[in-house]
């Protein structure tokens, strides 16, 4: 069957009800707050607004649909855990730590985040409130029957030396070309990665398909890895604590 509020209904079977599902993954925003998270920037939230975990959904995907994208929240919850706790355990241990990401699924929550973000009317540009029809080819890739075009998908920011110590803090912007969205930029802790689904230029302060990052202090490593499937990745940038 297919449910006509489900963003994917017509690329598979639907289930009849709706999930409630998160504009920005659930375990991700625990990662912010315990029950409730300050955000600004929806159309619906003037201004810096506490708001409850649970009431941050745009009820989009069918339950089905959404149930066979959870491994796209999990892989990112994970990449955003590893960039929290790391730069931590450094100095916890010195037992060499390493974790593994799946990129392929990363790059796959951010397309979802945006898919989320347009379906349910909470994408903004220029302060404007943007409905627009999702690109033909999300669907597929989302659906893993298609890959990104060569040269696109993940990008990583390469980061400068060191961290800093701060409340973690999630941010996420649509990216346009012209009236089309064509790519999510998020930031956390100062890493900022870029998803591109058209091909730009890029310099070399941007990795593309990032191995992951090393975290060193001395002779003391903590390693997130981060891998593609068979799809090459890019060199793991090293950051002193």
Known sequence: MKNPACYLSGYSPCDAKLSGDHLISKSLLSQLGDNAVYIEGLPWCKGLKRVGVNSITGRVLCRLHNSQLSDFDSSASLLFRCLHQLPKRIVETEQR????????????????????????GNATRNGQVIRSSLNPTWPSILMRKADFSEGCGLFLERPACGTTEMMPEF?????????ECVGVTTSFLGFVFHLHTKRVESGSDYLYRPGGMIFQRGNVEKVMAIHYGSAQCGQAPIIKV
């Open 97 to 120: 730590e390493e974790c593994v990401v799946n990129g392929l699924n990363v790059e796959r929550w951010m397309l979802k985040t945006a898919a989320t973000l347009l379906a349910s």
């Open 171 to 179: 941010t996420i912007r649509l990216n346009w070309m012209d009236e």
